[in-house]
């Protein structure tokens, strides 16, 4: 798509998801930046991620491997250094990789493999770096059901101070530099917001009036897994009689605005350098968020809602066809063999991924395609589950973390975070769980995942055919085998001296 080596941006916002976006057809948000890049490039309608929790998302991101393969399920199993990846790929193609967020993906060791001596960090820095100087406060007593809400309030700092504000900085000072023009570039800004709590500097935080708010997802409803009872409960969100689960999606979406904002100055720090002509801006994310629907905040390792896995992926690549919308499902992975075939280098690993370059020249999608996604863990592996008291310290230790009661439930309620996988076609959501409900969701008739149809007998075929065709995609991907070999049965050997 370019004479010159293909750039690349990569915004990459935590817990973003896609209904809550301006060019995904929310009628009340605000995201002008995003929208005119979604008029430019091409927007994805239905993508999926493979996981809902932070690390295990991005690692299938990085490898184009779903969770099974790798065993990749926990916030602390990150990419090692046998395994392959997209920044790998890049680097040895002479990208230099400018990474400026959270980490959440690689091991220490790979990321220095990666990253350099920009790798190292004093602990004060990394702190900084993940939580900015924006500060905040629980306005709640411990007693108020309002406590673990996550629904927090703006203490001290402006639009500035936050962790997103000082990665634009560094990348908007980056595209200024000689150093972007030395060697083809991959810019990966990781940023922590919107992810919960709930807060943002002000005027973003109360951009959005709670009344104003469309109705959310019921809570309390049939057919749905006990995690759903558990998180109302432990968090006390079953006892609050006000407005806070409106507040929450409030908020949630005047954090969706920020990040927009600051997109915007990433944008126009690009297009007043000499890079746009040679540059990808990709903007996706790893996960969505409750944000107050079905009577839930933040997220669940095991929890398949759209709201959680359904994420926006907009791509502006020079030469594409502008305001092309794909309706067809795709695959957060999928942007690793997209970003590999426009940097015209080869990943040497088999994978699931499939290359979107077709689709940025105005190809439809592929309408039979199903997605997947994973999440959960088996009592058998204890190391899995969050909570742990000598490894989780303070969150798992103290009362007063709004991630305590996600904790405690955890190690009480170990099978309201059991092994769980999902399977999505543009028609019908099947999802299968090792210890708890199984579900089935007729999207046409309730895309908002309402009305359990699984022990319906009206669809005991539907379900037997995504049941079948469930096992046939474990039976396609269950281990990828190695491309190089150790020779073999016949392998001479030197003689003995």
């Known amino acids: 798509m370019a004479d010159k080596p293909m750039n690349f941006i990569f915004f990459f916002p935590d817990e973003m998801r896609a209904e809550s976006l301006g060019c995904y057809g929310h009628p009340l948000v605000q995201t002008p930046n995003l929208d005119r890049l979604a008029a430019e490039g091409v927007r994805f309608d239905q993508c999926h991620v493979q996981n809902p929790v932070c690390s295990p998302s991005r690692c299938s991101l990085m490898t184009g491997l779903y969770p099974h393969v790798s065993g990749h399920r926990t916030l602390w199993h990150l990419l090692r250094p046998h395994e392959p990846s997209l920044f790998r790929y890049l680097k040895k193609a002479g990208y230099q990789i400018k990474w400026y967020g ?16 920009e790798a190292y960090k004093e602990q004060g820095e990394m702190m900084r770096e993940f939580r900015g100087d924006f500060k905040k406060k629980n306005p709640y007593s411990p007693d ?16 500035h101070s936050t962790e997103t504000a000082m990665a634009i900085r560094k ?22 917001l919107p992810h919960a709590p709930y807060v943002v500097p002000e005027p973003f935080h109360s951009m959005y009036d709670p009344a104003a708010i469309s109705e959310l997802r019921p809570a309390e409803l049939g057919g749905k897994p006990s995690f759903h009872e558990h998180i109302r409960s432990y968090r006390r969100l079953d006892k609050m009689t006000d407005d806070t689960l409106a507040r929450v999606q409030a908020v949630y979406l005047g954090m969706i605005s920020y990040v927009d904002w600051a997109f915007g100055i ?51 690549a020079p030469g594409n066809k502008a305001g092309h919308e794909v309706t067809e499902q795709v695959e957060l992975f999928d942007i690793m063999a997209t970003v590999l075939e426009l940097a015209d280098t080869e990943a040497e690993h088999d994978h699931f991924a499939h290359s979107l370059v077709p689709q940025l020249n105005g190809a439809a999608g592929d ?43 955890q190690q009480e309620q170990p099978h309201s975070v059991c092994r769980t996988t999902m399977m999505r076609t543009q ?26 149809v699984y022990d319906d007998p009206e669809y005991a075929g539907v379900r037997a055919a995504m049941e079948s065709r469930l096992l046939e995609w474990y039976l396609q991907t269950s281990d990828t085998v190695p491309r190089d070999n150790d020779g073999g049965m016949f392998v001479a050997r030197p003689p003995k001296k």
């Open 266 to 316: 990433l944008m126009d720090a690009l297009k007043d350098s000499d890079l746009m002509d040679n540059t990808t801006v990709i903007v996706s994310s790893d996960h969505g968020d409750y944000a107050g629907d079905y009577g839930l905040v933040e997220k669940w390792p095991n929890g398949m809602e759209d709201v959680l896995t359904r994420v926006p992926l907009i791509i502006r």
């Open 367 to 409: 309408p039979d395609r199903a997605v997947f996604a994973e999440g959960g863990y088996n009592p058998r592996e204890p190391h899995c589950f969050e909570g742990d008291p000598v490894r989780d310290g303070w969150f798992a230790n103290n009362p007063d973390s709004y991630y305590w009661p996600k904790a405690r439930q």
């Open 427 to 452: 028609e019908y959501k099947l999802i299968r769980r090792t210890d708890e409900v199984n579900e089935l969701y007729d999207l046409k008739k309730d895309p908002m995942e309402l009305w359990n």
């Open 144 to 159: 108020d059901p309002r406590f673990y809400s996550f629904l927090l309030e703006p203490e001290e700092g402006d639009v």
């Open 171 to 192: 990348a908007v000072r980056f595209l200024q530099s000689e150093e972007a023009r030395e060697k083809p570039f991959m810019l990966y800004l990781p940023t922590l």
């Open 102 to 117: 959270k980490n959440h993906l690689y091991s220490e060791p790979y990321l220095v493999e990666i990253l350099g001596d």
